[in-house]
């Protein structure tokens, strides 16, 4: 159980064009998604926290008008980055918690590779 | 105070050796200490958790050592193999967040075990 999916695994676009990416919990509801962004060799680092039904919760420094993130239903959540550059490739990873047990245990989904050339 | 310290940045063992990784927190309100475990290209899997109420939780052959007076907590991998070839994060949050509770974590151990 816990498992956690992401989409596309890997996307390659050009610069200033757009990228969706969604977080789906697919065995059970989460109310609270996040999303970190790795660069190489680094820790994760949070960008935003995304709660159902509301408006997210963004990091200091990570720019709210270029990572749209929408948590539409106890199932998904996206992230989309807009008008994309090269500094924006990274690796990012969602993860969600469970709704039903209460406690701060987050799993993980496999990440998206994004490449802006 | 929201900082989680983690050492040695790099590990190499030999096969069936002890690889240790130590993590330091300032924060005590912190009660939720999870590792974690990363393959490249993908995301970390939870290996084990501790609540600070004990002293050492042992899952496998992971185990970690909890030093709440010393806010410290270590993970040791017992016969470790070349498939424990990773990067580790240790962790810390309140267990029982709220909406915008969060982990914090640890700068990571690349771990190479040696065949």
């Known amino acids: 159980g816990a498992v956690v999916s992401q989409h596309p695994s890997r996307v390659i676009c050009k610069s200033g064009t757009s990228v969706k990416i969604e977080c789906r919990s697919l065995?059970?509801?989460?109310?609270?998604m996040f999303w970190y962004r790795q660069f190489p060799k680094q820790s994760l680092m949070l960008m935003a926290t995304?709660?159902?039904?509301?408006?997210?919760?963004?990091e200091q420094g990570v720019e709210k008008d270029k990572f749209l993130i929408n948590h539409a239903s106890l199932t998904l959540s996206t992230l989309t980055v807009t008008s994309a550059h090269p500094e924006d490739s990274s690796f990012y990873i969602c993860?969600?918690?469970?709704?039903?047990?209460?406690?701060?245990?987050?799993?993980f989904g496999p990440g998206t590779r994004l490449t802006v050339l | 105070q929201q900082q989680v310290k983690q050492s040695p940045q790099s590990l190499i063992v030999q096969k069936g050796g002890i690889p240790i990784i130590n993590c330091a927190y300032e924060?005590?309100?912190?009660?939720?200490f999870p590792w974690y475990q990363q393959f490249p290209g993908k995301g970390p899997a939870l290996l084990i958790a501790?609540?600070?109420?004990?002293s050492e939780k042992k899952e496998g052959r992971f185990t970690i050592s909890f030093n709440k007076s010393a806010k410290q907590f270590s993970l040791h991998i017992m016969d470790s193999q070349p498939g424990d070839s990773a990067t580790y994060f240790c962790?810390?949050?309140?267990?029982?967040?709220?909406?915008?509770?969060?982990?914090?974590f640890g700068t990571g151990t690349l771990l190479a075990v040696q065949p």
């Open positions: 065995d059970f509801q989460a109310t609270t």
């Open positions: 962790a810390a949050a309140n267990r029982y967040g709220g909406a915008t509770n969060k982990l914090i």
């Open positions: 924060n005590t309100a912190f009660d939720y």
């Open positions: 995304s709660n159902e039904g509301s408006k997210a919760t963004y």
């Open positions: 993860s969600a918690r469970s709704s039903g047990t209460g406690t701060n245990e987050q799993f």
């Open positions: 501790i609540r600070p109420d004990v």
